[in-house]
C-alpha cells in the first residue's frame, strides 16, 4: 500500500511524573546515538507517556527497553504546513473537512518548513482523506 | 442500670450451671449440620462427652473458613422455614459467609443490644441515631431492633449524607449515636466546618474497627460525647456480644450467651485468666447457625477481677489480630484476598504493593501497581483505563475504594522469600 510511506513509528515511553525520568530517556538515547525529531509529554493521574519521533526506532526501542522501561511502537503521520501565520489553520480546515478526528498531536518548526504530527484512529484511512484534501503528507524516509 | 438484672449479675455456681446445660444444648444441636458431625468423628468426641465447662477443651474448634465453605445453607442447624432472616459477612472474596437467624436468634440479639443500651444510660427517653450500613452487614438492624426495644425513638439514617446526618441530630435532638469510630472523627470535622453545635449528642456507640484511646479522647472533646466500645461479629449475631460498660475498662461479654475461652493461637492451648490471647467464642443459645469453639482471630484477655458494675469478669478492649487480617472502613480483608484479586488482573504483572493509611481519620487504601510491559500500547487512554479497571475490580470484589497508582517496571520492592505485598502504615490503632 502507498500509503504506507507515510506512516511514522512514534516511540511511546511510560513514565511516573517525577523528577529525572525524562533526564533518564534522553541520557540513555544519546548514549546510543539516537536523535529526537520531536516530542512532547502528555500527563495523567500521577504517570505520563512521553511520545518522541526519533531517527532510529528500533534502536531507541531496544536501548529504552534494556534499561527497564515500557516503551511501544505507535503509527502516526506528519503533515507539512506552512511556517506562517495561518499555516496551522490551513492544515485544521482540510482534517475537519476530511472529517479527521485527531486523538493527539505535536509539532514543530524547523529549517524545512512546520510539521503537525498527528495520532488519528483509523491511520490509513486518514491518510487517504488527507491526501484527497489537498494535503501534504511527510515521507517516513524523511525521519527514519 | 440494668435490662436484666438476673441474667447480666448471674455469678458463680449459678453462672455455671447454666452454662453448662446451655453448652449441651448447643452441642447436641451442633450435630444437625453435617459439617460438625464431621468434626465431631474425626476428633472422636460426641456430645455426651461434656460432663463439665472445662470439657469443652476436647471439642475441635471452628474456622471461619468452614462456615464459609458451607454456603449458602450448610452451616445452618434448623429448617430453613424456622429461619426469619440471613444476613452475609463483608469483604470476602468469592461468596460470603452467609448467618442465619431464628426469631428466637433475633429476639436474644435485641436483647443484648437492650441491656448494652440500657447500660450506658439510654432509655426510651433516648433519641437515637443509627448511622451504620443497613442491609446485609449486621450492625445496621441489629442495633435498630435493640433501640426500639428499650423504646428509645431510633433514626435510620445509615451511611452517608454527613451534612444531612448533622442536620438531623441538631433538628431531632439527637442524644446517643452508633458508628464507626473513623466516620464519627468524619462527622466531627464536617460538623465543625458547617458551624453544628451537635449540643444534644452525649452518647456515642462506636464498633465495627478497632480504635484507640486517643481517638476516644478525642471523639469524647470534639463530639461532645461518653464514648463507648462495641465489640461483635456476624458469627455472634452481630454487633454488641460485648460492650463496654461506664468503668470503661474492657468489654462485657454476656456470660450466658457466650461462653469464652483464651487460647494460645499457635498451639491451641487454652490461657490461664489474665494472659493475652485469641479468643475462643461457644454461644451457648444460637439456634439458626450454632458454633462451636469459634476462632474469632481477634486478641484479647480475661481481667480476672469483677467489674464494679456488678456484671462479673470481662474482656479486655481487642488489642490485635491472631492472623493478618485488616479491618478496612470496617471491612474485613485478607491481604490474600488483595493479592488474588489484582493477580487475576491480565495487565497487573505480579509486582504491586498495597498501603492502608489512615487520613484525615479515614482508612484509605493506595494500589502501586507495575503494569505487564506487554500490555502497554502507548496510549495514555489505555493506561487510565487500566487505573479504573483496577480500582474496579477491587471495589467490586472487596467493596473497598481505593486509589491505584501505575508505576515504573523495577521501581516496587522484590521480595526474597515471602512476599509482603500489603503494609499497614495506619501505626498504632488496636
Not at chain 1, 498531536?105 to 486518514?126: N, P
Not at chain 2, 486517643?214 to 455472634?236: C, H, I, P, Q, W
Not at chain 2, 457466650?258 to 461457644?282: C, M, N, Q, S, W
Request: charged share 25%; net charge negative.
Amino acid at each position: 500500500m502507498a500509503e504506507k510511506k507515510y506512516l511514522i513509528k512514534q516511540i511511546s515511553i511510560f513514565s511516573e511524573n517525577k523528577p529525572g525520568r525524562l533526564a533518564a530517556i534522553a541520557k540513555a538515547l544519546q548514549e546510543a546515538g539516537v536523535n529526537i525529531l520531536a516530542f512532547s509529554i502528555a500527563e495523567a493521574n500521577g504517570f505520563g507517556v512521553v511520545r518522541a519521533l526519533v531517527n532510529k526506532p528500533d534502536l531507541a526501542h531496544t536501548t529504552l527497553t534494556d534499561i527497564g522501561f515500557m516503551v511501544s511502537f505507535t503509527d502516526v503521520i506528519a503533515v507539512a504546513m506552512r511556517d506562517e501565520p495561518g499555516g496551522l489553520f490551513e492544515i485544521a480546515r482540510i482534517l475537519g473537512e476530511a472529517g479527521i478526528n485527531i486523538e493527539y498531536s505535536y509539532a514543530y518548526s524547523g529549517k524545512d518548513g512546520a510539521v503537525l504530527i498527528l495520532r488519528v484512529d483509523q491511520v490509513e484511512e486518514g491518510v487517504e482523506k488527507i491526501l484527497a484534501a489537498g494535503g501534504t503528507l511527510l515521507d517516513v524516509s524523511l525521519f527514519q | 442500670m440494668f435490662w436484666n438484672r438476673e441474667m447480666e449479675t448471674i455469678s458463680g455456681e449459678d453462672l455455671e450451671a447454666l452454662q453448662l446445660s446451655r453448652l449441651k444444648w448447643t452441642v447436641h444441636h451442633s450435630q444437625n449440620v453435617e459439617f460438625y458431625r464431621r468434626k465431631f468423628r474425626d476428633a472422636g468426641v460426641t456430645p455426651d462427652d461434656i460432663k463439665t465447662l472445662d470439657d469443652v477443651e476436647k471439642l475441635p474448634f471452628t474456622y471461619k473458613k468452614e462456615l464459609r465453605d458451607a454456603y449458602p445453607f450448610g452451616n445452618i442447624a434448623v429448617p430453613m422455614k424456622q429461619v426469619v432472616r440471613i444476613h452475609t459477612t463483608s469483604g470476602t472474596t468469592g461468596k460470603p459467609t452467609v448467618v442465619s437467624y431464628t426469631r428466637q436468634d433475633l429476639d436474644n440479639w435485641s436483647e443484648l443490644i437492650a441491656r448494652n443500651l440500657t447500660m450506658i444510660g439510654l432509655t426510651d427517653e433516648d433519641v437515637f441515631q443509627n448511622a451504620v450500613n443497613y442491609g446485609l452487614f449486621t450492625g445496621g438492624l441489629g442495633f435498630h431492633y435493640g433501640g426500639e426495644k428499650i423504646g428509645a425513638t431510633v433514626i435510620p439514617s445509615a451511611t452517608g449524607n454527613t451534612k444531612r446526618q448533622i442536620e438531623m441530630i441538631d433538628d431531632f435532638g439527637v442524644t446517643a449515636i452508633h458508628c464507626t469510630p473513623s466516620y464519627g472523627m468524619h462527622l466531627v470535622e464536617v460538623a465543625e466546618e458547617m458551624g453544628a453545635s451537635l449540643d444534644s449528642l452525649r452518647i456515642g456507640i462506636f464498633g465495627a474497627e478497632p480504635w484507640s484511646e486517643n481517638m476516644r479522647k478525642e471523639l469524647e472533646t470534639r463530639l461532645g460525647v461518653e464514648a463507648f466500645d462495641s465489640y461483635g461479629m456476624s458469627e455472634m449475631y452481630g454487633p454488641g456480644a460485648a460492650f463496654e460498660c461506664p468503668e470503661h475498662d474492657g468489654l462485657h461479654l454476656w456470660h450466658d450467651f457466650y461462653f469464652a475461652e483464651i487460647i494460645d493461637p499457635e498451639t491451641g492451648e487454652r490461657l490461664p485468666d489474665g494472659e493475652k490471647g485469641e479468643l475462643v467464642i461457644t454461644p451457648l443459645v444460637k439456634e439458626a447457625m450454632p458454633l462451636v469453639r469459634y476462632r474469632t482471630g481477634d486478641i484479647t484477655r480475661i481481667i480476672p477481677d469483677d467489674c464494679p458494675c456488678g456484671r462479673g469478669r470481662r474482656l479486655a478492649r481487642i488489642s490485635g489480630r491472631a492472623d493478618d487480617m485488616l479491618v478496612i472502613r470496617g471491612i474485613n480483608v485478607f491481604p490474600s484476598q488483595i493479592e488474588h484479586t489484582l493477580l487475576s488482573i491480565p495487565e497487573v504483572g505480579d509486582q504491586f504493593m498495597v498501603y492502608v493509611d489512615r487520613i484525615n481519620h479515614l482508612d484509605e487504601m493506595t494500589i502501586e501497581v507495575e503494569m505487564n510491559r506487554e500490555s502497554f500500547s502507548g496510549e495514555l487512554a489505555d493506561l487510565a483505563g487500566l487505573q479504573r479497571k483496577v480500582a474496579g475490580a477491587i471495589k467490586e470484589s472487596l467493596n473497598l475504594r481505593t486509589t491505584v497508582k501505575l508505576v515504573a517496571l523495577g521501581s516496587l520492592p522484590r521480595f526474597e522469600g515471602k512476599a509482603r505485598h500489603v503494609v499497614d502504615r495506619r501505626g498504632e490503632i488496636w
